[in-house]
């Protein structure tokens, strides 16, 4: 294990905490019962246990119970989300309304939604990611039934401005949902105070079990009717069949606990974190910063930096870091991030790029080598670029 690199993508996923595994162990051997189970002690206890979990979800959040659908993470919820909207109010209106930088599990869905029939628009991001709350304005139709912008972008970390998004939708009629996957347990989140309708949730970006999210659904005024997209057992209020998986919704609901009691002292230590970072790396020169420079999550520095390979770049991170680079494989070629093309980066600088995703159990060491040997690595390939340039020259 201590020969491995340094894990830095927490973006990605997050390790489990210990003390969330610990809550969630009894419920795979002794309390293994199905919550569904009305009949016996087994079903009850689990069944007390989904009900306290569903209870710090609802919190969390300042929902109540009855607003959260359990699911298996943030891609379902999404998916539940907008095809469920989509579908029940599509005599209402067909025009769907998200973000060019937006996850693909809110891309996705909503392009399938326009093959169906759905009209979509794409709103751009300005150059710090983002939105232009006029733009969205003037994006608003008459037949406009929904608005999807992400919370907090897993890229390049920004804030959307959700208050001023919910207070538009709601002036209008239109509902409002947030993939909030990367913004849970990290920012102040307020269904009420923020208008929002429908919200995305994960365990496993927060410390928590992968495998487990939830939806929320405003079930108050304005109260969202949501066509299953799983059919079975009418677990859930009919809106997501399926057996409840009470170890993770049990580890779920710890994770969240915990981020919500130490998210104002971990802000604090993650931006120190990363100003650390930033600070150091600067000195360099030619590094830019991408994404709102204070509109963001506190552990996410995303950077391009000029004049190197962006493979070679990755591959000499590899052995000390455990890092994201700016582009994604797809199966036949490397493409640069729609997130960084969106902001605006040539394509030479958003393939030379780096996610740095500091979390919980990083500390300032750990920084302190992430940066030193980021640093040598860009030195090194910043003169093999510059003597090949020479060599062309001479040539
Ligand atoms: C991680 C992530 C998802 C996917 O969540 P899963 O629980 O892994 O399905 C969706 N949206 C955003 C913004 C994410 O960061």
Not at 40 to 54: L, N, P, Q
Request: charged share 20%; glycine share 8%; proline share 4%.
């Amino acid at each position: 294990m201590s020969n491995r690199p340094i894990y830095l993508d927490n973006n990605a996923t997050t390790p489990m905490d210990e003390r969330v595994l610990a809550e969630m162990i009894p419920y795979f051997t002794e309390h293994f019962g199905n919550p569904a189970s009305i009949n016996h002690v087994y079903g009850w206890e689990a069944e007390a246990a989904v009900k306290k979990a569903r209870e710090t979800l609802a919190n969390a959040i300042n929902a109540i119970p009855e607003e959260i659908i359990l699911t298996s993470g943030a891609t379902e919820s999404d998916n539940l989300a907008l095809k469920g909207v989509a579908e029940a109010y599509f005599n209402k209106g067909r025009h769907l309304i998200s973000v060019v930088s937006e996850h693909n599990a809110v891309l996705d869905p909503l392009h399938y939604l326009e093959n169906l029939g759905f009209e979509l628009t794409l709103l751009p991001v300005q150059s710090d990611g983002l939105i232009d709350l006029n733009v969205l304005e003037n994006a608003i139709r008459p037949d406009t039934i929904l608005v999807s912008i992400m919370a907090a972008n897993n890229e390049i970390g920004v804030l959307q401005p959700l208050a001023e998004i919910g207070e538009l939708c709601r002036d209008r009629n239109i509902f409002f949902h947030t993939d909030a996957a990367q913004a849970l347990g990290k920012i102040p989140l307020d269904v009420e105070e923020m208008n929002i309708d429908l919200m995305s949730l994960t365990a496993h970006k927060i410390y928590g079990p992968k495998g487990i999210g939830a939806l929320y659904v405003r079930r108050r005024n304005p109260r969202v009717k949501l066509a299953p997209q799983l059919h079975g057992g009418g677990h859930e209020r009919g809106m997501r069949s399926g057996t409840l998986y009470t170890p993770q919704i049990v580890g779920f609901g710890e994770a969240v606990k915990l981020a919500l009691k130490e998210m104002k002292t971990e802000t604090e230590r993650l931006t120190k974190l990363r100003q650390q970072l930033w600070e150091k790396l600067t000195t360099l020169g030619d590094i830019y910063l991408n994404g709102h420079p204070t509109q963001r999550l506190a552990g996410n520095l995303n950077i391009s930096v000029a004049g190197v390979d962006g493979q070679a770049l990755l591959l000499g991170l590899q052995p000390v870091m455990a890092v994201s680079s700016g582009s994604a494989c797809t199966s036949t070629k490397i493409e640069p991030s729609h997130v960084l093309a969106a902001l605006g980066r040539s394509d030479g600088l958003a393939y030379a790029s780096i996610r740095f995703g500091i979390g919980r159990f990083n500390t300032s060491d750990e920084i302190d080598q992430v940066a030193e040997h980021t640093i040598s690595t860009i030195q090194s390939l910043r003169k093999v670029q510059q003597s090949k340039s020479f060599a062309s020259n001479l040539a």
